[in-house]
């Protein structure tokens, strides 16, 4: 079963990080590994190696506190890296008794669970192994370790960027080129708002943090996959979705970011298929361990540019989160399927290319522009992506604009404001008519789809 970041791709000078990653050593805030240097599977041959790997889940349980005077040794119980001793114990037994072997586990705190990721012995059956776990009145969850892979398509635009001359209040050279900037009326909406103090979690491959239009945008950065900080910061999808989210406003390069004052907070759950490639992979246990992350972050929204089959963990996650206050934006997959992950679990805003009818399904849905999208690339570079994962970004930064305005929206109203400003079914969103809807901001949207716009910009 494969899972997809979207269809995003474009060309850009070649990267120099690594394609498929074995390692994850991970010590991560509320959501962490029970013991380091441990070997992932997902970068080794992520097909074979999935048919014999299943992620199990069972109730974190403290240890009892001791009694005065007793060993210190007691006091292990208190969720850590590793989790109580009567949660790694257990976990042990039930290794032994349906003859698996562990190779990791982590602790997610939120759902007060403790998560192992089993290896069936070879010729084992999958399914007759997680039939039994099932039955086990010890396990929570049971289920395949589930691989991802994008779902990429080449830009059709061969040329490098050059800047055009636009009277806009911006100056960003290439500002003018944004048609899906323009074509959501973002130049107008940032007269009242630009994001500021809304924070947003990108779950994806890693961003490059240094890139120009990045700087001062970009508060954390963790990483599931258990590469270097050279590694991330060579990640290209990543670094797509960032820029259209978030690129600097009036630094004098580039472009605009939709809420160009936002805090980014960057999880890594996600590796490059090839070298120098957009497409990328990740898997049950990278992606539960980065909304794990977010969920424990000051992250209003979590932007999810990939979708694939329905994940019960992952589902869990984004029910928790959801109950929580956290907005999840999540892109819809080519075929418009809507009954996976993220996008099929009910109060995530799904989000489709415009133009593209059979991406909208009936619930939670919006559109926005996902098809040759300027945006950043790692190394300081610009160039076109295209696919839902741009479009899921544009919505992304919408929102943050309206946060930052009325903190108290929830999805439901979100959805209602945004559904609102759309003239037609699988038209783009249009930012500016959501925030004038709200009651903020002086003056009219009249032209809002157009870059020539007059008025100051939020800062």
């Known amino acids: 079963m494969m899972v997809a970041i979207g269809r995003c791709n474009g060309r850009a000078r070649p990267l120099r990080g690594r394609a498929m990653l074995a390692r994850i050593i991970l010590a991560v805030g509320m959501l962490t590994m029970a013991h380091s240097g441990v070997i992932c599977a997902q970068a080794t041959n992520a097909a074979a190696a999935g048919e014999q790997r299943i992620v199990v889940a069972i109730e974190e349980k403290s240890d009892p506190i001791p009694a005065i005077g007793s060993s210190p040794r007691g006091y292990s119980g208190f969720t850590g890296y590793a989790g109580s001793e009567r949660s790694r114990a257990t976990s042990t037994r039930i290794a032994r008794e349906h003859g698996l072997t562990e190779i990791s586990a982590w602790s997610i705190e939120p759902l007060k669970l403790r998560c192992m990721l089993y290896a069936i012995p070879a010729g084992g059956d999958r399914e007759h192994v997680l039939a039994e776990l099932r039955r086990d009145n010890r396990v929570h969850l049971a289920q395949p370790l589930q691989e991802f892979a994008t779902l990429s398509v080449p830009s059709a635009l061969d040329a490098s960027p050059k800047a055009v001359a636009a009277t806009t209040p911006y100056n960003d050279p290439y500002v003018g080129l944004q048609t899906g900037f323009s074509s959501i009326g973002a130049a107008q909406a940032q007269r009242w708002a630009s994001g500021r103090h809304v924070a947003v979690a990108l779950i994806d491959t890693g961003i490059d943090a240094s ?33 259209v989210i978030a690129a600097v406003a009036n630094n004098g390069v580039g472009i605009v970011g939709i809420a160009p004052a936002v805090e980014l907070l960057s999880y890594r759950a996600c590796w490059p298929v090839a070298r120098g490639a957009s497409p990328a992979r990740c898997n049950s246990f990278t992606l539960a361990q980065a909304l794990g992350a977010a969920i424990a972050s000051k992250a209003r929204i979590i932007n999810l540019s990939l979708g694939g089959p329905h994940d019960p963990l992952l589902a869990e996650l984004l029910d928790y989160a959801i109950a929580h206050g956290k907005i999840i934006v999540g892109a819809m997959p080519g075929d418009g399927n809507a009954d996976g992950f993220p996008v099929g679990t009910k109060a995530v805003i799904a989000v489709g290319s415009s133009g593209d009818s059979k991406q909208q399904p009936e619930r939670q849905s919006l559109a926005a522009p996902g098809e040759e999208i300027l945006t950043l690339e790692p190394g300081g570079s610009y160039d076109y992506a295209s696919g839902t994962s741009l479009a899921t970004a544009h919505v992304t930064g919408a929102i943050a604009l309206l946060l930052q305005i009325s903190p108290k929206l929830d999805e439901h109203a979100l959805l209602a404001v945004l559904g609102s400003s759309v003239r037609a079914r699988g038209e783009p969103i249009d930012a500016c008519l959501a925030l004038r809807s709200i009651g903020h901001g002086e003056g009219t949207c009249e032209g809002t789809r157009q870059v020539s716009v007059s008025g100051r910009l939020s800062q």
Not at 212 to 238: I, K, N, Y
């Open 211 to 243: 890139h120009p239009d990045l700087a001062g945008r970009v508060g954390e950065q963790r990483d599931f996959v258990g590469g270097t900080a050279a590694d991330a910061a060579q990640d290209r999808h990543g670094t797509e979705v960032a820029g």
